[in-house]
């Protein structure tokens, strides 16, 4: 059984930082790449960041460039999103997802399995 199992989120003031993390188990990690994306209150769900599988293909929303990074720990069979800056329009639900062609796309239709998502919330 395939599992995306999201971490880490909560309640912070802007300007702070959160690292999110999602554990993969059920396929072989190191052969997919691997996005994040959030959905706001009454918004469409958009990519964040997206990296392959090697580790050195990253792909950034322009929204995030310079403040999220995404980074995987393959011994772990994780994926980590440090997000630094943050300002409440981050305030989402975050989800992370997996991509068996490798894609390292922010196109979430790329993406075969996601987590069920991890609140994430930014106050002014």
């Known amino acids: 059984e395939v599992r995306l199992v999201e971490s880490g989120g909560g309640l912070v003031q802007a300007g702070q930082s959160m690292r999110l993390s999602c554990t993969a188990s059920?396929?072989?990690?190191?052969?997919?790449?691997m996005g994040w994306f959030r959905q706001a209150p009454g918004k469409g769900r958009e990519g964040v960041a997206s990296i392959g599988n090697s580790g050195g293909m990253t792909t950034y929303a322009n929204a995030v460039q310079g403040r999220f990074t995404i980074s995987t720990d393959n011994a772990r069979n994780t994926v980590y999103l440090q997000m630094d800056s943050l300002t409440p329009d981050d305030t989402a639900v975050y989800y992370c997802?997996?991509?068996?062609?490798?894609?390292?796309?922010?196109?979430?239709?790329?993406?075969?399995?996601w987590g069920q998502g991890i609140q994430v919330t930014v106050s002014a």
């Open positions: 997802a997996a991509d068996p062609n490798n894609l390292a796309t922010l196109w979430a239709r790329a993406y075969e399995h």
């Open positions: 059920g396929f072989i990690f190191d052969h997919y790449s």
